[in-house]
């Protein structure tokens, strides 16, 4: 089965920092899909970044980028110039292209922004 | 405005109720999804469906149960059987494939008496 760890529970930035939230995941399929889900305190989830495993090219959208290591089978998420509104929890997830057609997510990462 | 409603926002129930959660969503998509959101587990999958009148089992179905009869609306119904239902409970949709974005609804917090 397919697992996504997100080891770091909580993490802390200073507003116009960078900070880098980490994930793994584990799959013996070859071809899937990866996505970061933001939720605010509002708990509104929203997606913040999707990367084809088949694209070696990271994913980039705005301040946000990622650095995906198939073979290490790493996606971390980066957020540059953090700002205040970045704050929330943030959730990994993953998808296979088989017949399942499910999304597996993570246990995510509380961000907290440092004004 | 398209967008993807649950209702009610809060729900309390005594042990031993069914009750159920609305979701509707007047994205045209055709696949949604009930996910469970407790503290520290992240989202786990309780039922998707792919089409109308169409619905698979996720991770937790136990004591769970949806319909499908409208491509707009896909209730879920937490039965007497859910040991544990106190949670927050997350619906969503998607174009058909689960690796196009969903679009989630606002939640709906159950709390059992």
């Known amino acids: 089965a397919q697992t996504v760890t997100q080891s770091q529970p909580e993490m802390s930035v200073q507003e116009a920092e960078t900070v880098t939230l980490s994930c793994t995941y584990d799959?013996?399929?070859?071809?899937?899909?990866l996505f970061w889900y933001k939720q605010p305190p509002s708990r509104q989830m929203i997606l913040v970044i999707r990367?084809?495993?088949?694209?070696?090219q990271n994913a980039t959208e705005n301040r946000f980028s990622v650095n995906f290591q198939k073979a290490a089978k790493s996606f971390s998420l980066k957020i540059s110039d953090s700002q205040l509104g970045d704050a929330a929890m943030y959730f990994c997830a993953y998808t296979s292209l088989g017949g399942y057609q499910k999304v597996t997510f993570g246990t995510g990462t509380k961000l907290q922004v440092i004004p | 405005d398209g967008g993807i409603t649950q209702s009610p926002k809060y729900l309390f129930r005594k042990e031993g109720q069914n009750v159920t959660l609305s979701c509707e969503q007047n994205?045209?998509?055709?696949?949604m999804y009930w996910y469970r959101q407790d503290p520290g587990q992240g989202l786990r999958l309780i039922y998707y469906s792919q089409i109308v009148n169409d619905f698979q089992k996720g991770d937790i179905a136990e004591g769970y149960s949806v319909s499908r009869e409208k491509k707009e609306s896909f209730p879920l119904t937490v039965t007497s059987a859910q040991k544990n239902p106190t949670a927050f409970y997350l619906c969503?949709?998607?174009?058909?494939?689960?690796?196009?974005?969903?679009?989630f609804g606002p939640g709906t917090r159950l709390t059992v008496l």
């Open positions: 799959t013996s399929e070859s071809d899937y899909y």
């Open positions: 969503a949709s998607s174009i058909s494939g689960s690796y196009n974005e969903q679009f």
């Open positions: 994205l045209n998509h055709d696949a």
């Open positions: 990367q084809e495993a088949y694209k070696q």
